[in-house]
Nanobody, 119 residues
């Protein structure tokens, strides 16, 4: 069982930046992803990164503003979010799984961190 602990969420004004972190327990390296969810809506894929740190994927609407990265020594994945918009307000979840399935069927989930962007 892998525990994922997110941090870095909070309240920010539109146009600002936040960096989310997700630390995974143990030494096994998984593909990682970030998802987000607004109450009443389905969970949305934000970005994924493979175990090697390559092959990054971003939702089309977020390209150019969000950057996913990882530090395998720390077993931590990051999501740098720039030029934040009110519509980015959501609970952001970290997830872990296989390279081939991280986008569709992650195995492990974090508890989520709230990001609120004020206009």
């Amino acid at each position: 069982q892998v525990q994922l602990v997110e941090s870095g969420g909070g309240l920010v004004q539109a146009g600002g930046s936040l960096r989310l972190s997700c630390a995974a327990s143990g030494s096994v390296i998984y593909a990682m992803g970030w998802f987000r969810q607004v109450p009443g809506k389905e969970r949305e894929l934000v970005a994924t990164i493979r175990r090697s740190g390559g092959n990054k994927y971003y939702a089309d609407s977020l390209k150019g503003r969000f950057t996913i990265s990882r530090d395998n020594v720390k077993n931590t994945v990051y999501l740098q979010m720039n030029i934040l918009k009110p519509e980015d307000t959501a609970v952001y979840y970290c997830a872990a799984g296989s390279d081939s399935m991280i986008a569709t069927s992650p195995v492990f989930w974090g508890q989520g961190t709230q990001v609120t962007v004020s206009s």
